[in-house]
């Protein structure tokens, strides 16, 4: 069991690219998110999924998009990145109803320039 | 709204000496409370959870937390800190309600960095 994998674990990027951040899980959870962590802010939830094919957006959604097209998978897109988005990104997951542990990938860091 | 203090953005203790990380939280019921940990460039790894049983909870690596509904905390402990658990731990809360409901996510407070001397 890998557990849940990020994809890529650094990243830097220019104002306006974009790129995809990849999240994926063999636990067959049902639930996975996005956080984002800032020094001194803790996590704070970007999107979520409930299920395949199911999204829905946290507390700071503005500026990403994401997609769950697999079960096992749940991608993070920045369209036009900022560098406002600078941060540490984690994907995690959760078995589902019942179950309210989280657990967490190891994070891709993204500098935007 | 359900809510998290870590009170201390920073710890610094001795080898051997007591580690005391504080968390007060806020919930309208009985939350779910949690302790994770985070080692340099790595993921958040849960500690220990407090699900409405016992109100002392024991976790990975000696620490344990008490849940104290008349406090509103739950605060970690560890009677001898070891130079392996410099890192940074966060306290999160979740909704129990929302165990089964969809998509609930955990909140999570700002974290404390623990550093341990020699």
């Known amino acids: 069991n890998a557990g849940v994998t990020q994809t890529p674990k650094f990243r830097v990027l220019k104002t306006g690219q974009s790129m995809t951040l990849l999240c994926a899980q063999d636990?067959?959870?049902?639930?996975m998110y996005w956080y984002r962590q800032d020094p001194g802010m803790g996590l704070r939830l970007i999107h979520y999924s409930v299920g395949e094919g199911t999204t829905a957006k946290g507390e700071v959604p503005d500026g990403y998009n994401v997609s769950r097209l697999k079960k096992q998978n749940f991608l993070l897109g920045l369209e036009s990145a900022a560098p406002s988005q600078t941060s540490v990104y984690f994907c995690?997951?959760?078995?589902?109803?019942?179950?309210?542990?989280?657990?967490f990938g190891p994070g891709t860091r993204l500098t935007v320039l | 709204a359900q809510s998290v203090t870590q009170l201390g953005s920073h710890v610094s203790v001795s080898e051997g000496a007591l580690v005391l990380l504080r968390c007060n939280y806020s919930?309208?019921?009985?939350?779910?409370l949690f302790w994770y940990v985070q080692y340099p460039n790595q993921g958040l790894q849960l500690l220990l959870k407090?699900?409405?049983?016992?109100?002392l909870v024991k976790g990975i690596n000696g620490f344990e937390a008490e849940f104290k509904k008349s406090e509103t905390s739950f605060h970690l402990t560890k009677p001898s800190a070891h130079m392996s658990d410099a890192a940074e731990y966060f306290c999160?809360?979740?909704?129990?309600?929302?165990?089964?409901?969809?998509?609930?996510?955990?909140?999570f407070g700002k974290g404390t960095t623990l550093s341990v001397s020699s």
């Open positions: 995690a997951s959760r078995p589902g109803q019942g179950f309210n542990e989280q657990f």
């Open positions: 919930s309208s019921v009985p939350p779910y």
């Open positions: 999160a809360v979740s909704d129990p309600r929302a165990a089964n409901q969809a998509g609930t996510a955990l909140i």
């Open positions: 636990m067959n959870h049902e639930y």
């Open positions: 407090y699900t409405s049983a016992a109100t």
